[in-house]
């Protein structure tokens, strides 16, 4: 059984590159999240799917942000025209869908360093 | 607002002293509340979901403990290999699912 996993799982860009990460969630896990964390701060949520519906978003998610996941299965989280400040770890994680209270499972993350 | 707060940000403890970490919430509501471990370089690790006052989990040396307002976590005769940053997170009624996290706190324990 395979948990969640992210690639790459480091990049380094100098900024205002667009950059591009992947998720694929546990198998059969229907609901997917991204979060943000940067040192010394727990993740911060930035948005949230259902199958291949983008169902929130949050204040935190740029138009320089753009998450998709076109067959419910693996997310791609794309960052155009990067500034230092997007420097963190992105995070990713699944739970199975069923329920409105679900454990969310988490990946190793991608950390992000914009020079 | 909705607010989570881990306190102390930092605990240094000898093998086999037992401690409690605390996590304070402030939220419209609570659907649940979960804890997870992190350790350097790598995503948080599910240990436990709470979801009411009075609720306890256990987990080889953890416990975790819920009351309407805080939540802990006891360890008890800790080893080198729990050092580690343990981070509380809750959800919110009315929520489709994300997680309101607290700094967590870094947790040394030293031989």
Known sequence: ???????????????????????????????????????????EFLTYFQNEAQLEKS?????????????????????????????????????????????????PGTRLLVL | EDQVTQSPEALRLQEGESSSLNCSYTVSGLRGLFWYRQDPGKGPEFLFTLYSAGEEKEKERLKATLTKKESFLHI????????????CAVQARGSQGNLIFGKGTKLSVKP
């Not at chain 1, 992210?6 to 969630?25: L, S, Y």
């Open chain 1, 59 to 107: 204040r935190l998610l740029s138009d320089r942000f753009s998450a998709e996941r076109p067959k419910g299965s693996f997310s791609t989280l794309e960052i155009q025209r990067t500034e230092q400040g997007d420097s963190a770890m992105y995070l990713c994680a699944s739970s199975p869908g069923q329920g409105a209270f679900e454990t969310q499972y988490f990946g």
């Open chain 1, 1 to 43: 059984d395979t948990g969640v996993s992210q690639n790459p799982r480091h990049k380094i860009t100098k900024r205002g590159q667009n950059v591009t990460f992947r998720c694929d969630p546990i198998s059969e896990h229907n609901r997917l999240y991204w979060y943000r964390q940067t040192l010394g701060q727990g993740p």
């Open chain 2, 76 to 87: 008890t005769a800790p080893k080198p290999e729990d050092s580690a940053t343990y981070l």
